[in-house]
């Protein structure tokens, strides 16, 4: 179970979340998540947004396409979490940004027709 806070690199952003509010955890491969975060995918995991709080500094937030919203550090720079109007009621985090990241575990690879063709992965996840 993930232990329900991160921060961002400098720690002037910070959030906490109840764990069991956690809806599900993947690895997203599509093209604007690798650009936001340059890097061939990345992992994110889905709360309610309603158990979800911000603390210390506000995030900076992007509109990087019609009804999404990145959240990030506006001193360092670190990805926080995304918000998308298709996914109503929910926020997702960067599992890298958890305190304890390695708690993370990932079910499902999502965008799976975008992942760049030099990543090979020897996981059993299904790919959607």
Do not use: N
């Amino acid at each position: 179970m993930l232990d329900g806070q991160g921060r961002c690199l400098c720690g002037q952003v910070r959030y906490k979340f109840d764990p069991e509010a956690v809806l599900w955890q993947g690895h997203c491969h599509c093209e604007s998540c690798r650009r936001a975060c340059s890097a061939p995918f990345t992992t994110f995991f889905g709360v309610r947004a309603s158990a979800w709080r911000w603390f210390g500094k506000a995030p900076s937030v992007y509109r990087s396409s019609p009804g999404v919203e990145r959240f990030f550090c506006g001193r360092c720079g670190s990805q926080m979490a995304y918000r998308s109007d298709r996914a109503p009621g929910e926020i997702h985090g960067y599992a890298a940004s958890l305190d304890r990241p390695e708690l993370a575990t990932p079910e499902r690879h999502e965008f799976a027709a975008e992942m760049l063709p030099w990543v090979h992965l020897a996981d059993d996840l299904p790919r959607e």
